[in-house]
T-cell receptor, first 112, second 114 residues
Framework: RKEVEQDPGPFNVPEGATVAFNCTYS??????FFWYRQDCRKEPKLLMS???SGNEDGRFTAQLNRASQYISLLIRDSKLSDSATYLC?????????????FGTGTLLAVQP | DADVTQTPRNRITKTGKRIMLECSQT?????MYWYRQDPGLGLRLIYY???????NKGEISDGYSVSRQAQAKFSLSLESAIPNQTALYFC?????????????FGNGTRLTVT
C-alpha cells in the first residue's frame, strides 16, 4: 500500500462547480499535511497547509481527519485557472528529521 | 527573477555520459533538496542537505551524487547516465524552522538519457 494515495482523476468539472479531492495516508506518525498545486510541466507550488481544525483560503477549504487518516481539498466556484494537478503531501516525523511523502496527484480539468 | 533557479532547463544526453544539474537560490534557506518526478510515481527524494557540506541520502540516491559547497548552491551529478534516469528533476529549498516549513521548488530540469 502506498504511504500517500490519491485518485489520479481526471476530474472534469464545469466552471462554477464545486469539486472535492481526498487523499489517504497510511502512517499514523504523520505530523503535518499540505496541498500543492502543479501546472503542466511546471514546478509544484504550495497551495495551503492543512490544520487539524480545518482551514479556508478564499474558494479553497482543506480538512484533516486523523481518525480516518485522510485529508481533503474542496474547491468552490471552480475557475478555468484552477485546472492543474493537486498534490497531497504528508510530513512524517522520524528521528532527527522529518520526511515528506508526495502523492502522485489528482488532475483537475475545469471546462468552460 | 526566480528565487530557486535550475540549469539547464532541458538536457538530452547519451548513456554513460556524466551530467551535472545546477541549483541556486536567493531565499537564504539552509535546507536544499533534489527530487525526481516520474509519471505515476510522484516526487521522490534523491538527496538533501541541511547546511553547507552536509549531505544526506534520500530514498533513491543510487547513481547520483551531490555537492553543497555554498549555502546558495546545490548541484546534482549523474556519474554515468542511464536511460531510466530520464525524468523531471526539481531542486527545492526550505527554511527548516519547523516541520511545517513548505518547500520552494525550482522550475525543473527535464533530462532525457538516450
Amino acid at each position: 500500500r502506498k504511504e500517500v494515495e490519491q485518485d489520479p482523476g481526471p476530474f472534469n468539472v464545469p466552471e462554477g462547480a464545486t469539486v472535492a479531492f481526498n487523499c489517504t495516508y497510511s502512517n499514523s506518525a504523520s505530523q503535518s499535511f499540505f496541498w500543492y498545486r502543479q501546472d503542466c510541466r511546471k514546478e509544484p507550488k504550495l497551495l495551503m497547509s492543512v490544520y487539524s481544525s480545518g482551514n479556508e483560503d478564499g474558494r479553497f477549504t482543506a480538512q484533516l481527519n486523523r481518525a480516518s487518516q485522510y485529508i481533503s481539498l474542496l474547491i468552490r466556484d471552480s475557475k478555468l485557472s484552477d485546472s492543474a494537478t493537486y498534490l497531497c503531501v504528508v510530513n512524517i516525523r522520524g528521528g532527527a528529521t522529518n520526511k515528506l511523502i508526495f502523492g502522485t496527484g489528482t488532475l483537475l480539468a475545469v471546462q468552460p | 527573477d526566480a528565487d530557486v533557479t535550475q540549469t539547464p532547463r532541458n538536457r538530452i544526453t547519451k548513456t554513460g555520459k556524466r551530467i551535472m544539474l545546477e541549483c541556486s537560490q536567493t531565499k537564504g534557506h539552509d535546507r536544499m533538496y533534489w527530487y525526481r518526478q516520474d509519471p505515476g510515481l510522484g516526487l521522490r527524494l534523491i538527496y538533501y542537505s541541511f547546511d553547507v557540506k552536509d549531505i544526506n541520502k534520500g530514498e533513491i540516491s543510487d547513481g547520483y551524487s551531490v555537492s553543497r559547497q555554498a549555502q546558495a548552491k546545490f548541484s546534482l551529478s549523474l556519474e554515468s547516465a542511464i536511460p531510466n534516469q530520464t525524468a523531471l528533476y526539481f531542486c527545492a529549498t526550505s527554511s527548516g524552522v519547523s516541520g511545517d516549513s513548505p518547500l520552494h521548488f525550482g522550475n525543473g530540469t527535464r533530462l532525457t538519457v538516450t
